[in-house]
């Protein structure tokens, strides 16, 4: 018999690792074409006017402009890019 209880793995050590998600460009800010807006997993917030979704949900700018949160359309919460009159 063991004097002593057989040291076996331990259970802990175990974390994925962050996925930074979260909103990037905030309201009011200038923003080009491309830029990443809001990585997020399912529509937390939806594609307003210049704005594109990805597959994964990732919201991203497709024209120049400033950028607006706004609501709309049953309390959902829309982003969207609003361009300078030319």
């Given amino acids: 018999?063991?004097?002593s209880k057989s040291g076996g793995s331990t259970q802990n050590g175990r974390d994925s690792i962050s996925k930074r998600l979260g909103v990037k460009i905030f309201d009011g800010q200038r923003v080009t074409g491309g830029e990443?807006?809001?990585?997020?997993?399912?529509?937390?917030?939806?594609p307003g006017?210049?704005?594109?979704?990805g597959s994964d949900d990732t919201l991203f700018v497709?024209?120049?402009g400033v950028l607006k949160?706004?609501?709309g359309y049953k309390g959902r919460r829309y982003v969207?890019?609003?361009q300078a009159a030319v």
């Avoid at 006017?49 to 979704?53: E, I, L, N, T």
């Fill in 36 to 46: 990443i807006i809001v990585r997020q997993r399912g529509t937390r917030i939806h």
């Fill in 1 to 3: 018999m063991a004097t």
């Fill in 69 to 71: 949160f706004h609501y």
């Fill in 49 to 53: 006017r210049f704005v594109g979704k």
């Fill in 80 to 82: 969207s890019v609003i």
């Fill in 62 to 64: 497709l024209k120049p």
